[in-house]
C-alpha cells in the first residue's frame, strides 16, 4: 500500500484517502492503534479537501481506533476524543446524504455511551439510528442496532424489554448466517434468562455463544461468553469441574487481547473458580447445608462414573450404593451428570413365566 501511494500526485485525493484508511486497517488488525492514529494525523491534509464522505470515513476511523486505545490502556480523554470524532463522523456522512453510514456511526457512538453509563443519550443516537434503518429498510444493521440497545437495557436492569428485543436480533442473525454477530448477541440472551432467574436457559445458551463462536473464528467473542458464563453462574450453578474448564476455555481465547476491561474480568472470574474450588465456607453469600451437601454429593458421583467410563452399575459399587439408588440419584437430584453415564440398557423379560 505504501509503494502504490509514491505515484499518487496531488490530485489523486479519493485514491489517496482510501489507500491511507486501508493502510490503517492493517496496522488495527494487527493491534498496532498509535501507528494507526499517527497515519490519520499525518494524512488530515489530504482529508482536508476530500468530500463530505470521506472526511465522514477519516473522522470515522479516528473514532475506532481512539476507542480501542481507551480500552487497552484505560485511557478516558481518548473516549471523549471518540466521541467528538464519531459525532464528526456523522456529520459529515450526513452532508454527504449516505444515511447508512450515519446509523452505523451513532450505534457505534451509542455503544460507546452504553460503555461510560451515559444511557439516555445512548437511546438517543439508537433511536436516530432506528429511524434512518427502519426507513432503508436493512433488517441487518438495524438487528446490530437492537443488541446495542438490549445491552443498554440490561445495563438499566429493564430485563423484561431486553429479552424481548435480543430474541429478534438472534432471530434474524441466525437467519442470516452472520455468526460471530450471533454468538454475541446469544451471548447477551445467556445474560437476560440468567437476570430473570431462567438459569438453566441461561447456560445452554452461553455455551452454544461459546460453541458457535469457535467454530465460525470468533475467539474473542468465545471468550466473552465463558466469562459471562463464569460470572452469572459460576458461584453456585455450575459444578466446580465444568467451572474450572470452562475457566481455561476462556483464558486460552483470551490470551492475545489488550483490552483491559477483558484482563480484569478474567481476573475476577479466577477468584470466582478459586473460592470454588477451595471449598464451601459456612460465612459464604447463600450458604445451605443442603447445598453444600449436595455439591460434595455430586463431586464423588461424578468421578466414580468417570472412572467407571459411565457405567452405572460399576459407580455404585464404587459407592457402596445399590444401582437402583444411583440411577435415582441421577434422575432426580443430579441431572446434569446423566450425561455422563452410558445409554441405560433395555433388560430383556424371561420368556419363563412363574407358576401360578
Known sequence: MREALKPLTETDVELKAKILIRLTLVEVWENRYHEALS?????EPVFESANDALKGRWH??????????????SRPDYADNAIIEFTAAIYHYEQAKHERYCATN?????????????YQEAH????????????????GILAQVDETRAR???????????????????????????????AAALTVQGVVWARLCNFQSSINILHQAMKIAQECGAPVNAGQAALMLIEEHGAMRLHETELYHVYLRADALLKSTQDVEDV??????????????????LRDKNFTLQGAVRDFEARFIEQALEDAEGSVTRAAE?????????????????????KKRTPAKKRKQSIIKEPE
Open 318 to 338: 464404587m459407592l457402596g450404593m445399590k444401582y437402583q439408588t444411583l440411577a435415582n440419584l441421577l434422575k432426580q437430584r443430579h441431572k446434569r451428570l446423566q
Open 264 to 281: 480484569a474480568r478474567l481476573r475476577a472470574c479466577a477468584r470466582i473458580v478459586m473460592r470454588r474450588l477451595s471449598g464451601v465456607r
Open 124 to 139: 438517543e443516537y439508537l433511536d436516530r439510528a432506528q429511524l434512518i434503518l427502519t426507513k432503508l429498510k436493512d433488517t
Open 60 to 73: 470515522g476511523q479516528r473514532a475506532i481506533i481512539l476507542l480501542k486505545l481507551a480500552t487497552t490502556e
Open 39 to 43: 497515519i490519520l494525523k499525518d494524512a
Open 106 to 118: 451513532s450505534n457505534n457512538l451509542a455503544f460507546l455511551l452504553y460503555k461510560l453509563d451515559r
Open 152 to 182: 443498554v437495557l440490561v445495563a438499566e436492569k429493564r430485563y423484561q424489554e431486553a429479552g424481548r428485543i435480543i430474541a429478534g436480533v438472534v432471530k434474524v442473525f441466525d437467519k442470516s448466517g452472520e455468526l460471530a454477530l450471533l
